[in-house]
């Protein structure tokens, strides 16, 4: 009923930047906070920011300076500008959102991942 998908992964050298994009579609009827993790292999999925439907960002203390989440809430979209990236940063991220559905159901929806890698 619900789904969000990403777009704006890939490979940037150490010190490049990357736009990552997600859209949720379906039948909504608000979202509330929208969020990126990120996943490295062999680690746990962990907050990169989030972002109330108010606008108000928090990030994690290992990109603050670097990353910048924001939304448009016109287009139910959720954005993370990532500079002076590190080869620490290599990982998939995924958003979440939490929504309300047009029946008034509320649940946390999570997209498929996208893959950023930092390598020279």
């Known amino acids: 009923q619900v789904q969000l998908v990403e777009s704006g992964g890939g490979l940037v050298q150490p010190g490049g930047s990357l736009r990552l994009s997600c859209a949720a579609s379906?039948?909504?009827?608000?979202?509330?906070?929208m969020g990126w993790y990120r996943q490295a292999p062999g680690k746990q999925r962990d907050l990169v920011a989030a972002?109330?439907?108010?606008?108000?960002?928090n990030y994690a203390d290992s990109v603050k300076g670097r990353f910048t989440i924001s939304r448009d809430n016109t287009k139910n979209t959720v954005y993370l500008q990532m500079n002076s990236l590190k080869p620490e940063d290599t990982a998939v991220y995924y958003c979440?959102?939490?929504?309300?559905?047009?029946?008034?159901?509320?649940?946390?929806?999570w997209g498929q991942g996208t893959q950023v890698t930092v390598s020279s």
């Open positions: 979440n959102a939490g929504v309300t559905s047009s029946f008034g159901n509320r649940d946390i929806y």
């Open positions: 379906g039948r909504i009827r608000s979202i509330n906070a």
């Open positions: 972002i109330a439907s108010g606008g108000n960002p």
